[in-house]
């Protein structure tokens, strides 16, 4: 073998099959290697732009629209006038609002919401301490001082290729639950977080279960998908943002 056709050997075995000479990939390993996604919550609590509903009906529709690059809101009973409003950075989720209370009444502006971690695993909870909220008024002023609100969170399961059966289908899920103190807590009162509310995400569909029973991997479901438009998100009037 001549010098040159060395070179070109070694060439080939460089830039050859595929070129740039790095190490094949886990998910180049073949038709039969099932790997999920890279698991980020975001990715579950915000939908592809199909709405679902619990039984049909844009009642029971908590559609999510993303109003900003790291933000998004969720509207209440298919009116995105009552909503909840999300952002979130490289390592949490936050709730800033929570608007879901009947026309004209005052509503939460969180001041710090952590609502759920990027990343983490099942069984994983934190809690949040002196977190101050304070009610608005619909012309967003503060009308009512600030008190001491704590809660948990916990990340309760990670379903996958759990079947919602309906419209849904076959998806992987979370089971996220939140559990605020009583409203009587006062600070120096060991906080109770005996009463949890149960929120199920489904990956690109957002939340399609809230509710306080504890769902499991038995539990039926029934969401259909809502066509069209629920709500515009315009009417989504985020104190917090402002």
């Not at 939908?47 to 559609?63: C, K, M, Q, R």
């Not at 990670?158 to 605020?180: C, H, K, N």
Request: include cysteine; aromatic fraction near 16%.
């Amino acid at each position: 073998m001549t010098r040159q056709d060395a070179i070109a050997l070694a060439l080939v075995a460089v830039f050859g099959c595929g070129g740039g000479g790095s190490v094949t990939s886990p998910t180049q390993a073949g038709p039969q290697a099932k790997l999920k996604p890279p698991f980020d919550t975001v990715d579950f609590m915000l939908s592809n732009g199909e709405f679902y509903s619990w039984d049909g009906t844009a009642w029971a529709t908590l559609p999510t629209y993303r109003v900003g690059p790291d933000r998004w809101v969720e509207c209440k009973f298919g009116d995105c006038s009552h909503h909840e409003a999300f952002r979130y950075d490289g390592e949490w989720v936050y709730l800033d609002e929570d608007h879901s209370m009947n026309d004209g009444a005052t509503w939460f502006v969180y001041s710090l919401g952590r609502w759920a971690k990027r990343r983490w695993q099942p069984g994983d909870s934190f809690d949040v301490q002196h977190f101050s909220s304070w009610f608005q008024s619909g012309i967003c002023r503060r009308n009512i001082e600030g008190h001491e609100i704590l809660y948990r969170v916990r990340f309760e399961a990670l379903w996958e290729d759990f079947d919602f059966r309906g419209d849904l289908g076959v998806r992987d899920a979370i089971v996220v639950s939140y559990s605020p103190t009583l409203p009587q807590y006062r600070s120096g009162v060991p906080p109770d977080y005996s009463r949890p509310e149960y929120n199920v995400y489904a990956r690109g569909a957002g939340r399609v279960y809230w509710g306080y029973g504890r769902p499991g991997p038995d539990s039926a479901f029934a969401n259909r998908r809502v066509w069209g438009q629920v709500s515009h998100p315009s009417l989504a009037r985020t104190c917090a943002w402002r």
